[in-house]
T-cell receptor, first 115, second 112 residues
Framework: GAGVSQTPSNKVTEKGKYVELRCDPI?????LYWYRQSLGQGPEFLIY????????DSGLPNDRFFAVRPEGSVSTLKIQRTERGDSAVYLC?????????????FGPGTRLLVL | SQQGEEDPQALSIQEGENATMNCSYK?????LQWYRQNSGRGLVHLIL?????REKHSGRLRVTLDTSKKSSSLLITASRAADTASYFC????????????FGTGTRLQVFP
């Protein structure tokens, strides 16, 4: 596709369960980012990949959160033992990755609700 | 954590009027970007202004940047009902990390 895609669009889970959120970046983009947006707030950075490696994971809130990008394209954000406070929209973005400070293109997001 | 704040938090205007939104930030930046968000979902990139630029135009959009005051403004001229959305500024820190740090957003409502 032409843009960043994310699946699922919506995810409802119960407290304590494990969830996986998927991001498919724009073809050819080597940089991939995950952000989290709570209601009424701006997005907050979670983690940034350059190729297969996590270049900056300083935004991950705790060790329940983990992300991978094994082949340098699709990425999966994994959340273990979900808590109600994890409820938010999880946004993925990608950029060319050839230089710093490039435009980031965002996907539609996954709305996670933890009951 | 958020980089800074946007002002106003909410703005309501009539079609045809101009809308001005302000953004303040805290640390040195590489560039500043403005995004639009409809219905709390995906963000659409509007414009990027680099730290050595002072003003940039794109269609009905005009962005200014004052690095000495650590502030930026977004002006939308001749607004339309379709401009109704939330607008966010995002800064790329000057320490060469590639993450964006977003402001708190301005909710713009344009009445026909």
């Amino acid at each position: 596709g032409a843009g960043v895609s994310q699946t699922p669009s919506n995810k409802v889970t119960e407290k304590g369960k494990y969830v996986e959120l998927r991001c498919d970046p724009i073809s050819g983009h080597t940089a991939l980012y995950w952000y989290r947006q709570s209601l009424g707030q701006g997005p907050e950075f979670l983690i940034y990949f350059q190729g297969t490696g996590a270049a900056d994971d300083s935004g991950l809130p705790n060790d329940r959160f983990f992300a991978v990008r094994p082949e340098g394209s699709v990425s999966t954000l994994k959340i273990q033992r979900t808590e109600r406070g994890d409820s938010a929209v999880y946004l993925c973005a990608s950029s060319l990755g050839t230089s710093g400070g490039e435009t980031q293109y965002f996907g539609p997001g996954t709305r996670l609700l933890v009951l | 954590s958020q980089q800074g704040e946007e002002d106003p938090q909410a703005l309501s205007i009539q079609e045809g009027e101009n809308a001005t939104m302000n953004c303040s930030y805290k640390t040195s930046i590489n560039n500043l970007q403005w995004y639009r968000q409809n219905s709390g979902r995906g963000l659409v990139h509007l414009i990027l202004i680099r730290s050595n630029e002072r003003e940039k135009h794109s269609g009905r959009l005009r962005v200014t940047l004052d690095t000495s005051k650590k502030s930026s403004s977004l002006l939308i001229t001749a607004s339309r009902a379709a401009d109704t959305a939330s607008y966010f500024c995002a800064t790329a820190p000057a320490d060469y990390t590639d993450k964006l740090i977003f402001g708190t957003g301005t909710r713009l409502q344009v009445f026909p």
